[in-house]
């Protein structure tokens, strides 16, 4: 049982590099999203897909792209590192649309740091 | 709009304390509500849920009731192990796809 994957688990950048955090679900889930979490934050939400070739804003966007092609990926892309960025990531998907839902399935995040 | 507010934490408790962490929310309307719980080094996940008022959720020895009239959702368990020993977020979901979520409350319990 799969579920939600993300790669890779750990990353350290140096600042002005870019790179994307993928982010694979098996559950056939029209709700995708990106998640920060940060010490005393909690989780904040980046960017958010309700389904293939839709993607949304949350809280937190600025340095970050997101595309959806298809159903079961959802990658996050950071343009140009910076400091700030050092955080673990968390993708987490959903049952959307008429039967939409509040369970939401996490992976096992990424923890980036930009040095 | 919709806003989840956690007690703080640390909750430091002895193994086989009683454990309440409170959780109150504002929202229209009549949500529904989660508790999820992170283990160390992992996502979160599901631990229970209440789609209507009065509703009680249950998983694993925690419970929680969710009472409109106070607009709260608190978290209990009678007995917690060392295993309990984990972050524990509240959140509601209501209109949107979006989840909303409390900063999340540290549980160490301790042998």
């Known amino acids: 049982n799969a579920g939600v994957t993300q790669t890779p688990k750990f990353q350290v950048l140096k600042t002005g590099q870019s790179m994307t955090l993928q982010c694979a679900q098996d559950m056939n889930h029209e709700y995708m999203s990106w998640y920060r979490q940060d010490p005393g934050m909690g989780l904040r939400l980046i960017h958010y897909?309700?389904?293939?070739?839709?993607?949304d804003q949350g809280e937190v966007p600025n340095g970050y792209n997101v595309s959806r092609s298809t159903t079961e990926d959802f990658p996050l892309r950071l343009l140009s590192a910076a400091p700030s960025q050092t955080s673990v990531y968390f993708c987490?998907?959903?049952?959307?649309?008429?039967?939409?839902?509040?369970?939401?399935?996490f992976g096992e995040g990424s923890r980036l740091t930009v040095l | 709009g919709d806003s989840v507010t956690q007690m703080e934490g640390p909750v430091t408790l002895s193994e086989e304390a009683f454990l309440t962490i409170n959780c109150t929310y504002t929202a229209t309307g009549y949500p529904s509500l989660f508790w999820y719980v992170q283990y160390p080094g992992e996502g979160l996940q599901l631990l229970l849920k209440a789609t209507k008022a009065d509703d009680k959720g249950s998983n694993k020895g925690f419970e929680a009731t969710y009472r409109k009239e106070t607009t709260s959702f608190h978290l209990e368990k009678g007995s917690v192990q060392v295993s309990d020993s984990a972050v524990y977020f509240c959140a509601l979901f209501h209109n949107t796809d979006k989840l909303i979520f409390g900063t999340g409350t540290r549980l160490q319990v301790f042998p």
């Open positions: 897909s309700v389904g293939a070739g839709i993607t």
């Open positions: 987490a998907s959903k049952v959307g649309g008429q039967g939409r839902t509040g369970e939401l399935f």
